[in-house]
């Protein structure tokens, strides 16, 4: 009965992505295939060097290397998720709860989709065990234990990710976990631009501890097969099972909405701050913009990539910048980089899928006599209203810390995230209209963007800072100010024109195909959330 039953739900997840896999056109897969090889290709490059590097002989119990690539290993398989706001694939648990299946079987299927979240790493680990199998001075039994890491890694998984969840659907712990969340991502590059890393070489250097999961992973892997070190590995794996499944039936009676139920009620404060554009704007206009303001405000998804604009990205650059190898390029210009490093962050929210959060509430724009062109503009309005608050809030923290700031500087990063952002909104609206994505407000975590998504990112991107590229050439071969500001101001006017093109052709395209992107926007995913 159990198998059948996970049969089930395999089989209405493939039909799910079935039905959906026709609407893509063989250009977009093809490309998405490209980039997927070009990434994973990296991969494979490093796991053959790994096994080279494995595959010669020499005593690899004693050597630190092996412990040490299995903790990054570990690192990067529990913590890059987080910081890319990427969770990979899950069970939809509200669709299956009310079907009599055994939770043990629910938490093995999710156990194996967290695989979702780390196949570079498995990719690195099949170069080690392969090394090592070559590795005359290994016993044969060595590579089998690399299994053994990995389901450790599975079950910790499983209990990181429900204890995340549970987390990000609170409000106020919500927004400190992704302050935590921004101030881990930025030490590494932190410590590599400084003579911090000095002080914490040790964790690289000397004996490994035995009693860590990857020391005694490592020891095995390499043949020294003692009951001590099989013990230790074994107990990491039980007490990773545990919290996982503890975590796992936690989260089966977790209720997201009702943790969420305070975080909507709104301060009087906000919502006369809400009402503004309906005060300054023309109806519809101005409800359409407040609509979507209270919208933006109110999705977990939003706040997080917001927060992170004005977080992640100064510390992120200022070692870059500020650090003992500063580059005196970004050291003039961190303003700007900053500032468009978080238009980068908040592209996805705000100009590649500006129907995303409506979803099927979509048609009411093209049932009701409400002109496309007012939702539109409202969308965009929206956007650089949220824009320009972000580049107040990275200037405010610029003051605060004692970064370089000036008004020159600040008038720079102003122009250059106009334009770009102008620029963005072209690219966008069509984007919108050809490649619209129905998108979950309410989960701070999002799946791995689409093959169209990454498309956007790789060519739209650097399209949009063409004109930013040309100021700062003009600046340099005339030595002055007004050069850059000049072209700047010519790329505005440019993008105008090209705004008002791009947005005849996207309205011209949304009615022609509007039963489509109903149909698209509509669409709801299937017990496996991907």
């Known amino acids: 009965m159990v198998q059948y039953q996970v049969r089930a739900i395999v089989w209405a ?27 994973y290709g990296l991969f494979v490059v490093v796991a053959f060097a790994l ?4 595959g010669q002989v020499y005593d690899v119990d004693r050597s630190a290397l092996l412990p040490n690539t299995l903790l990054l290993t570990c690192l990067y398989w529990q913590i890059i998720p987080v910081l890319m706001v990427s969770m990979g694939s899950s069970l939809d648990l509200k669709k299956l709860l009310a079907y009599p299946i055994p939770h043990r079987q629910l938490f093995a299927i999710e156990t194996v989709l967290r695989v979702t979240t780390a196949v570079e790493v498995l990719i690195v680990l099949a170069g080690i065990g392969a090394g090592l199998a070559r590795n005359r001075s290994v016993p044969w039994t ?10 450790f890694n599975l079950f910790l998984a499983t209990g990181l990710r429900e204890v995340l969840g549970r987390l990000m659907a609170r409000k106020r712990i919500r927004e400190l976990l992704i302050f935590l969340l921004v101030l881990c991502a930025a030490l590494p590059q932190f410590l590599v631009s400084t003579s911090a890393l000095n002080r914490w070489s040790f964790l690289f250097s000397g004996a490994p501890v035995a009693l860590l999961p990857w020391t005694a992973a490592a020891r095995l892997m390499s043949g020294a097969l003692t009951p001590k070190t099989i013990a230790i590995l074994l ?9 996982g499944r503890w975590q796992f039936e936690r989260g089966l009676q977790f209720d997201a909405a009702e943790s969420q139920a305070g975080s909507a009620k709104e301060s009087v404060r906000m919502d006369g701050l809400f009402r503004l554009p309906s005060r300054l704007l023309r109806d519809p206009l101005g409800v359409l913009v407040e609509k979507d303001l209270r919208t933006l405000t109110r999705a977990p998804r939003f706040r997080l990539v917001f927060i992170m604009g004005f977080s992640f990205g100064l510390l992120i650059w200022a070692p870059l910048a500020f650090g003992r190898a500063g580059n005196s390029f970004l050291a003039g210009n961190y303003l700007i980089m900053v500032c468009v490093y978080s238009l980068l962050l908040l592209s996805e929210v705000l100009f590649w899928n500006v129907f995303g959060f409506d979803r099927s509430a979509a048609q009411v724009y093209f049932a009701s006599p409400l002109k496309l062109s007012t939702v539109l503009a409202a969308k965009n309005i929206t956007a650089l209203f949220f824009v320009l608050l972000e580049i107040t809030a990275i200037s405010l923290a610029c003051l605060i810390l004692r970064l ?24 966008g609206n069509l984007s919108s209209v050809y490649n619209p ?13 689409s093959g169209r998504a990454q498309a956007l990112i790789v060519l739209a991107f650097p399209l949009a800072l063409s004109p930013v590229a040309l100021a700062f050439g003009a ?16 790329s505005m006017a440019l993008g105008v024109v090209v705004y008002r093109i791009s947005a005849e052709s996207a309205l011209a395209a949304a009615d022609v195909r509007k039963e489509e992107i109903i149909a698209t926007l509509s669409r709801t995913e299937g017990p496996i959330e991907s």
């Open 13 to 39: 997840q493939w039909r799910t992505l079935r039905n959906y896999l026709p609407h893509t056109s063989a250009a977009a897969m093809t490309f998405s295939g490209l980039l997927m090889a070009a990434w």
């Open 142 to 151: 060595g590579p089998g234990w690399v299994l053994a890491f990995v389901l």
């Open 51 to 54: 096994y080279t590097v494995f």
């Open 475 to 490: 600046r340099y071969a005339f030595n002055s100010e007004a050069a850059f500001f000049g072209v700047m101001l010519f």
């Open 235 to 243: 107990v990491w794996i039980v007490a990773a099972y545990a919290f």
């Open 404 to 427: 370089p700031f000036s008004l020159l500087r600040f008038g720079e990063a102003l122009a250059v995230t106009l334009v770009v952002s102008l620029f963005l909104f072209c690219i």
């Open 437 to 449: 994505r129905p998108v979950n407000p309410g989960k701070s975590f999002r799946s791995a963007a």
